[in-house]
């Protein structure tokens, strides 16, 4: 005879009746809408009508034996609106043309542009040259005769 235990009323504690558990019943899950879908289609526009896109997705459907694409939009229904088709056309770039460098200044001219500066700018008034030092205070003659500035 089997031994029966308060715990474990069943013979056989590693299988549980049928009945014990209700089955509840799943919600039905509905695909996650990640983006439009991309697909190759055959057959021109007959392939693109028949393409499957499923209730409140965009499908754009490119055809594998033409330069085209269709755009498939299905309503909440799963109505399809009107197909759309779009042709590609090759648009050509074109190369950037080189600079005109007629007006630009080398750099041995800008050189030669801020030394004429800088000689002008040393010449003082009384015609002669500070030797490339400035003062802050005045020449000697201005700062013996206690005129500071």
Not at 8 to 13: Q, S, V
Not at 74 to 85: E, I, S
Not at 120 to 138: D, F, I, P, Q, T
């Amino acid at each position: 005879m089997q031994n029966y235990s308060p715990i474990y009323p069943y013979p056989n504690a590693y299988v549980m009746p049928q009945n014990l558990y209700q089955q509840v019943p799943q919600p039905i899950v509905q695909p996650q809408n990640d983006g439009p879908i991309m697909a190759w289609v055959q057959g021109g526009i007959n392939g693109a009508k028949s393409y499957p896109v499923p209730p409140n997705q965009r499908a754009y459907l490119f055809d594998s034996e033409e330069d085209t694409f269709y755009v498939k939009d299905v309503d909440q229904n799963g109505m399809p609106k009107p197909l759309r088709a779009f042709d590609y056309t090759e648009r050509i770039i074109e190369e950037e043309q080189p600079k005109n460098t007629s007006n630009f200044v080398t750099r041995d001219e800008i050189k030669d542009i801020i030394k004429e500066a800088l000689n002008e700018n040393n010449y003082n008034r009384k015609g002669g040259y500070h030797n490339g030092k400035s003062s802050v205070r005045g020449t000697n003659e201005s700062r013996n005769e206690g005129d500071v500035r």
